[in-house]
C-alpha cells in the first residue's frame, strides 16, 4: 500500500470478495475509491465558478466465463460493499467458490510536494488573476479571456480474489486558457492547458505563460486566410500533435478494440506498419505525468511500453480481462473513469519517441503544404481507421516556408495510410495533457511528440 | 428526499449563505453490453447525491457529495457557504424564483424499466446484435450491442420557495455493425431510445447498423467541390445542438456566439423552424421544471428564418434584462447549473426523402459526422468536420464515400437550409434533438 491505510479494511474486502463469489465465479474485485476536488474559473475578470465536490463508493465484479457482473454504490460501509457484491452475484448461478486470502502490495504513488487542498484557496484565485492579467495583456484585440482551475485527489484501494490487495492515491491539477480575438467582424480563438499528476509545485514556474500562448493563437489567426482543401503533405507541431499518434495508432492497440477484429492493427503484431525512424511507447510511469498513475485500476503496477519499434508494431495495449484471454500479462493499460465504470484497456502517456532531424527541415523540404501546428482534438474509428483531426493553429508551407496562418481546417485520414506516411520525427520532443474519450468514460492522459511530417493527408479547408 | 433537501437549504443559511437551493438525485439503473451471442457485461448502479447552491449576496458557491447523513449534509451546507465567499461579487447573481407552477401531468416515467427483469433486457441486446448479423451476410460481426436504463427521481428546494420533485425514466440500445467486403471494413450505428424497454425495436435497430454498415462499403474520396448537402437527421442533429449551445444567453452575453445580436435578423431559411420544448412528451429532457426548479415551457427559437429570443436561466434572465425560458441545465448533482437547451425540435416539412434527394440533384448525402468537438468553433461558428456519406447523381443515392470534410460556419449553413424533410428522428446525442433530414443549398466538400 501507499502510505496512507486503505479505504477499505482487508477484512471488509475480503467479505465483499467472498459474498460477491457466491454463486461461482472465477474472478471478484472490490475497486474502493474516494475524491475531493475543487474546480473555479475567472471570466469577464470576475472569479466565479467555484465548487468543491467529494464522494466516495466502490465498484464490485465478478467474471464468469466471457461475462463481467458488476455492481457499484455510492458509500464505503461494510453494507454498500456488502450491496454490491450482493447484486453483483445476484444473476448468477453456479458453485460458490473460494478466493485467495489478500496479501497487501506496497505501491509508491507519484511524489507530491504541495498537496493543492492544503494550498490556501486565494492563492489558486491569484493564479488565475495572474493569467487573466497575461492574456489580457496580450494585446488589445484580446476581447474576451477565460481562465480555469481544477484539482483533484483520488485515493483508491483495489482488492482481488487472486489475493491482491493495493491501492494508489493520485493527485492532479491543471490549469486552461482560452482567449478570444476580435478584428472588425473576425472572432478567432485560441487555447492552452498546462496539468500533471502533481502537486501546486506544478505552477512555480511561470505558469501565465500558457495564458500569453493561448493569446498570441487567437491573435496569430486574426491574420489567417481560409485553409486550403486538398491531399497535401502535412507537418505536425510537438506536444498535444502527439494527439495524432494517440488516435491514429493508439486507440487500435487498445486489446479489446483488437481481439474483438475491430481495429486495422489486428492481426498486424511484428509486421512493419511505419517507417524505421518510428518508435512509439505508452508509459505510465513518467514521473508526474497527466496520464501517470503508480498502479492502473486493477492494481497492475503502470509501465513502459514500447508499442512500435522502428516502424514494427511489437505490443497491444492489455488490461487484466483481454490479457488473460490472449495468456500473456497486462500492460497495466486496465484503466477506468470512476468506481461507477469497469476498467477497459486505455493509453496512459503516449509518444512518439524524439527523432534526428531539426524540426526546421521539415518544413523545408515541403514545396506546397500545411503546417498544423496544434490541434483542438481529435477522433478515430478504430475498426476502420479513419480518423479526424480539427486544427487549432495551422499554417500554408509554400516554397519550403511557412507562409500565412489558415483559419478552420481539419485533417482527414486512414490510420494504416497515415502511419506509413510518416517520413521524418524531429528533436523537439515535448509532453502535453489531454482528456481522453471512450465508451463513455473520460480519462487523463498525456500525448506527447517533435515535429512529424505525413507525406500526404486530406486537408478539408474552404478553399477548393 | 424533498424533506432531505429542505434540511440542506436550512443548514446552508445556518452556516450565513444569504440564500441557498439543494438538489438531489437519486438514480437506478443497469446496462447490458453484449457480443458474440454472449452477455459481455452487466452493470447493475444505484446513484444519488446532493449539490447546493449558496449566495452570500451576490456572491454564489456550489458543493456537492453522496454523503446524505445529516452530519455529511451538515459539512458539505458549510462547504458551499465557504467557497461562495471565494468568488467575487456578480450584480446578477441570485437565486431563482418559482415562476409559475409546474405542468403536473407530464407522462414521464415508463413501468417497463422496473418490470423488466434483467434476463429480458439482456435478451433484447443478444436480439438487436442478431438482427444486425441476420440482416446481411457481408455483416461480420457486431463490436457491441448495448442496452442501458434508468429510473430517475430529482428533487429541488430552495430558500426563496421552489419545491419540487418528480421521477422519469429513460433507456436506450444501440450497436456497432462491422461490414467486411474485398478487404475493406466498414462500421454501422444503429439505435433507438424511449421511456421503457417495451419501446424499443431490437430489430429496427441491429437492420439500421447493418444498412449503414454496408451502404459504406467500396467507399471512397470525393472530389473536392462545394454543392448541395443533404444531412442525414442524425447529423443534422448534431449541428443543430451545436447551433442550440450558441443560442444559450450566457455565450451570448459573454461575446462568444455567432448569433451575438442577431435577435429579429434573419438567421435561417424560412424552411427551418426551431424550438426548445422542454415538455414535449418524446423528449428525454422533458421535465416538469428545469434544473434550478422554474417551470419548463416550449420557446420559438427561429420561426420565419428569423431569430425570436435566445435561451435564459435566472442569471442570464437578470443579466439580460428578460424573462427566463427555464433552460437552466444540469449534468447532475455534481454541476451547477447553467444555460443549455432542453429538447431542440425542428418542425418537419413535407418533403419525403426520394423528393428531397432530386431538389439536391447533383451532391453529397451525409450520413456520419466525426470530429465535431475539435472541428467547429463556437465563438465564431466556423466549422469544418469529418464526414462520411454517400453521392447523389441525378436526383438519386450513388456510390458511397468517406474520408472527407464538409466545411462552412453556423450561419451561413441556416441560411442555405432549402428544406426540411417529413419524417423526424429523436436523436440523443450532444442533447436531446428532434429532426427531419435537411437540404443545404450548398457546402464545401473536400476529399481528393
Known amino acids: 500500500m501507499s502510505d496512507s491505510p486503505g479505504l477499505v479494511e482487508p477484512e471488509v474486502a475480503e467479505r465483499a470478495i467472498a459474498r460477491a463469489l457466491a454463486h461461482g465465479g472465477e474472478f471478484a474485485e472490490v475497486f474502493a475509491e474516494r475524491t475531493a476536488g475543487m474546480t473555479m474559473a475567472i471570466d469577464e475578470s470576475r472569479l466565479e ?119 494508489d492515491d493520485r493527485t492532479r491539477v491543471r490549469i486552461g486558457a482560452q482567449a478570444v480575438a476580435r478584428r472588425g467582424d473576425s472572432v478567432e480563438t485560441g487555447a492552452e492547458t498546462l496539468g500533471g499528476h502533481r502537486g501546486f509545485e506544478l505552477f512555480d514556474g511561470d505558469p501565465g505563460e500558457i495564458a500569453a500562448g493561448a493569446a498570441r493563437k487567437a491573435l496569430v489567426l486574426l491574420d489567417a486566410g481560409p485553409a486550403p482543401a ?73 509501465q513502459k511500453t514500447m508499442a512500435i519499434e522502428e516502424g514494427r508494431l511489437v505490443s ?32 496512459t502517456n503516449t509518444y512518439i519517441a524524439p527523432g534526428e532531424a531539426e524540426p526546421e527541415e521539415l518544413i523545408a523540404e515541403v514545396q506546397r503544404g500545411f503546417y498544423a501546428a ?42 494504416l495510410e497515415a502511419l506509413a506516411a510518416i517520413d521524418a520525427v524531429a528533436n523537439d520532443f515535448e509532453m502535453k495533457t489531454g482528456v481522453c474519450g471512450k465508451a463513455g468514460q473520460k480519462v487523463p492522459v498525456g500525448t506527447g511528440q517533435g515535429h512529424v511530417r505525413i507525406g500526404a493527408m486530406t486537408v478539408g479547408g474552404t478553399e477548393v | ?97 418559482t415562476g409559475g407552477d409546474p405542468v403536473e401531468d407530464l407522462e414521464l416515467s415508463d413501468p417497463s424499466v422496473g418490470q423488466w427483469p434483467t434476463a429480458d433486457v439482456a435478451e433484447l441486446a443478444l436480439a438487436v446484435e442478431r438482427a444486425a448479423l441476420e440482416a446481411d451476410s457481408r455483416i461480420a460481426g457486431v463490436e457491441q450491442a448495448v442496452y442501458a436504463d434508468a429510473a430517475e427521481r430529482v428533487a429541488i428546494v430552495s430558500s426563496t420557495g421552489i419545491s419540487g420533485e418528480y421521477g422519469s425514466s429513460s433507456c436506450y440500445a444501440y450497436l456497432q455493425a462491422l461490414a467486411e467486403s474485398d478487404g475493406g471494413r466498414e462500421t454501422g450505428l444503429g439505435f433507438g431510445l424511449g421511456r421503457g424497454p417495451v419501446a424499443l425495436d431490437p430489430a429496427a435497430i441491429g437492420r439500421e447498423g447493418a444498412e449503414r454498415a454496408t451502404a459504406m462499403i467500396g467507399a471512397r474520396k470525393p472530389e473536392s467541390r462545394s454543392c448541395p448537402v443533404v444531412l442525414d437527421p442524425t447529423v443534422a442533429a448534431s449541428f443543430v445542438a451545436i447551433v442550440g449551445a450558441g443560442l444559450g444567453a450566457g455565450a451570448v452575453q459573454r461575446g462568444r456566439s455567432p448569433f451575438a445580436g442577431m435577435v429579429g435578423s434573419e438567421v435561417a431559411g424560412t424552411a427551418l423552424v426551431l424550438h426548445d420544448d422542454g415538455l414535449d412528451p418524446e423528449g428525454s429532457a422533458s421535465a416538469p421544471f428545469d434544473g434550478e426548479g422554474v417551470p419548463r415551457r416550449r420557446t420559438a427559437l427561429i420561426e420565419d428564418g428569423t431569430l425570436r429570443t435566445y435561451l435564459y436561466d435566472t442569471y442570464t434572465a437578470h443579466r439580460g434584462g428578460g424573462a427566463a425560458t427555464a ?34 440533384d447533383e451532391g453529397v448525402f451525409v450520413t456520419d459526422v466525426a470530429g465535431l468537438h475539435s472541428g467547429v468553433n463556437p465563438v465564431s461558428g466556423a466549422f469544418s468536420v469529418g464526414a462520411s456519406g454517400q453521392a447523389i447523381r441525378g436526383g438519386e443515392l450513388a456510390e458511397p464515400l468517406r474520408e472527407f470534410t464538409i466545411a462552412s460556419d453556423l450561419v451561413s449553413m441556416l441560411k442555405a437550409v432549402r428544406a426540411a424533410g417529413a419524417a423526424p428522428r429523436w436523436v440523443p446525442f450532444g442533447g436531446s434533438v428532434s429532426t427531419p433530414p435537411l437540404l443545404i443549398r450548398e457546402m464545401t466538400v473536400a476529399g481528393s
Open chain 1, 230 to 302: 486538398g491531399s497535401m503533405p502535412v507537418v505536425v507541431g510537438g506536444g498535444f500533435g502527439g494527439v495524432l499518434f494517440h488516435e491514429m495508432t493508439g486507440h487500435g492497440l487498445e486489446a479489446d478494440h483488437v481481439q474483438k477484429g475491430a481495429s486495422v492493427y489486428a492481426g498486424k503484431l511484428g509486421e512493419q506498419v511505419a517507417q524505421p525512424l518510428l518508435t512509439a511507447y505508452d508509459d505510465g510511469r513518467m514521473p508526474n505525468e497527466w496520464g501517470s498513475d503508480s498502479v492502473d485500476d486493477e492494481g497492475v503496477p503502470t
Open chain 2, 1 to 97: 428526499m424533498i424533506e432531505l433537501a429542505r434540511r440542506a437549504v436550512e443548514a446552508t443559511v445556518a452556516a450565513g449563505a444569504s440564500d441557498a437551493e439543494a438538489y438531489l438525485s437519486e438514480d437506478v439503473g443497469r446496462e447490458v453490453r453484449a457480443h458474440g451471442g454472449e452477455v459481455e457485461s452487466l452493470t447493475a448502479a444505484t446513484k444519488r447525491g446532493v449539490g447546493i447552491r449558496a449566495w452570500i449576496g451576490h456572491r454564489v458557491g456550489y458543493a456537492y457529495g453522496t454523503d446524505l447523513s445529516e452530519a455529511g449534509i451538515e459539512a458539505l451546507a458549510a462547504r458551499a457557504a465557504e467557497v461562495a465567499g471565494l468568488a467575487d461579487e456578480d450584480e446578477f447573481a441570485g437565486p431563482p424564483r
Open chain 1, 49 to 167: 465558478s467555484v465548487q468543491a465536490g467529494a464522494g466516495e463508493g466502490a465498484g464490485v465484479r465478478v467474471v464468469s466465463g466471457g461475462t463481467t457482473y458488476f455492481a457499484h454504490v455510492d458509500g464505503l460501509d461494510p453494507d454498500d460493499l456488502e450491496r454490491a457484491a450482493d447484486e453483483a452475484a445476484a444473476a448468477l448461478r453456479d458453485e460458490r467458490v473460494e478466493p485467495l486470502p489478500l496479501q497487501a502490495v506496497a505501491s509508491t504513488p507519484q511524489p507530491i510536494e504541495q498537496r493543492p487542498a492544503e494550498v490556501p484557496a486565494e492563492r489558486k484565485a491569484a493564479l488565475l488573476r495572474e493569467l487573466d492579467e497575461r492574456g489580457r495583456g496580450a494585446g488589445a484585440e484580446i476581447a474576451q479571456f477565460m481562465a480555469s482551475y481544477a484539482e483533484v485527489r483520488r485515493e483508491v484501494t483495489i482488492a482481488n480474489s487472486e489475493g491482491l490487495y493495493t491501492g
Open chain 2, 327 to 360: 433552460n437552466a441545465s444540469r449534468g447532475g448533482y455534481r454541476s451547477q447549473p447553467s444555460v443549455g437547451f432542453s429538447n431542440l425540435v425542428v418542425a418537419p416539412g413535407t418533403l419525403g426523402f426520394a423528393d428531397m434527394l432530386r431538389e439536391a
Open chain 1, 316 to 347: 497491444f495495449l492489455y488490461d487484466g480481462l483481454t490479457a488473460r484471454r490472449d495468456g500473456v500479462a497486462s500492460t497495466g493499460n486496465g484503466r477506468r473513469e470512476s468506481f461507477r465504470h469497469l476498467p477497459v484497456p486505455r493509453m
Open chain 1, 374 to 415: 496544434s490541434f483542438a482534438g481529435g477522433q478515430v474509428d478504430p475498426a476502420t481507421g479513419d480518423f479526424v483531426f480539427g486544427v487549432s493553429e495551422g499554417y500554408l508551407i509554400e516554397g519550403g516556408r511557412v507562409t500565412r496562418p489558415c483559419r478552420g481546417a481539419t485533417l482527414v485520414g486512414n490510420c
